[in-house]
């Protein structure tokens, strides 16, 4: 009975911001880390930030400086800020535990940067 429901995606200028949300049951989010993963047409789901019930956080190469990932516990929810978006950054956004549950997938949110 767990659902993973992710929001906040959109359409966006190059050099612009989003913040994505993803919310979850409480008992995922006190016992595992999560993370945001993303999909591009044609290529396979990468993850791109992870943090740990500590707050320890780790992000993918082509990300890192420009995403924040966070946790909020008392709202059972997840964030990843974006900054200084690329048209490269364009894909489908997902939340999952990391390392992920094939079954926890959701339908994800889609951000669009546009040059």
């Known amino acids: 009975q767990v659902q993973l429901v992710e929001s906040g995606g959109g359409l966006v200028q190059a050099g612009g911001s989003l913040r994505l949300s993803c919310a979850a049951s409480?008992?995922?989010?006190?016992?595992?880390?999560m993370g945001w993963y993303r999909q591009a047409p044609g290529k396979q789901r990468e993850l791109v930030a992870g943090?740990?019930?500590?707050?320890?956080?780790n992000y993918a190469d082509s990300v890192k400086g420009r995403f924040t990932i966070s946790r909020d516990n008392a709202k059972n929810t997840v964030y990843l800020q974006m900054n200084s978006l690329k048209p490269e950054d364009t894909a489908v956004y997902y939340c999952?535990?990391?390392?992920?549950?094939?079954?926890?997938w959701g339908q994800g949110t889609q951000v669009t940067v546009s040059s």
């Open positions: 409480r008992s995922i989010f006190r016992i595992n880390a």
């Open positions: 999952n535990l990391d390392p992920y549950l094939d079954a926890f």
């Open positions: 943090i740990t019930t500590g707050g320890r956080t």
